[in-house]
């Protein structure tokens, strides 16, 4: 038997690596955390667009005092 790269597959290995599949999961892993990560970042942006975070920790430091 053979892998899909060429490499013959060692009957008395343990554990044979298949490269391919585990860097396309990989690349796919990775494309889903970074397209969450832009969601995540543009959705706070939208929730917090027609607010002012100046004026809100400008009223925090006048009550503190």
């Known amino acids: ?3 899909s790269s060429g490499e013959e ?3 008395d290995a ?3 690596y298949d490269y391919e599949t585990l860097r396309v999961g990989g690349l ?5 955390i970074v397209f969450l990560s832009i969601i995540l970042l543009a959705g706070n942006r939208i929730k ?3 607010k002012s975070q100046v004026s ?4 925090d430091c ?3 005092t």
């Open 1 to 3: 038997p053979r892998l």
């Open 9 to 11: 597959i060692d009957p």
């Open 14 to 16: 343990d554990f044979v």
């Open 28 to 32: 796919v892993f990775a494309g889903v």
């Open 48 to 50: 917090s667009c027609g």
């Open 56 to 59: 809100s920790l400008a009223c």
């Open 62 to 64: 006048k009550t503190n």
